[in-house]
């Protein structure tokens, strides 16, 4: 199975806002991009999936490339 080349460039990603009182939908996104809670961080890879994930939380995190 021929696999896509890892770019290497990583964005870090901390939440800022709540869930609570959210479309389940954006918690789930929050998840699926590692965020458990205000103020954590984590580093993913800067791919177009994750950017359209990070577009539709924009209003719960803050990115830095």
Do not use: F, N, W
């Amino acid at each position: 199975m021929a696999g896509k080349a890892k770019s290497g460039k990583t964005i870090e990603i901390k939440q800022t806002g709540s869930p609570l009182r959210r479309p389940p939908i954006q918690e789930q996104t929050l998840r699926g991009l590692g965020l458990r809670r205000i103020g954590h961080v984590v580093k993913v890879e800067d791919t177009p999936a994750v950017r359209g994930m990070v577009r539709a939380v924009a209003h719960l995190i803050e990115v830095r490339e």
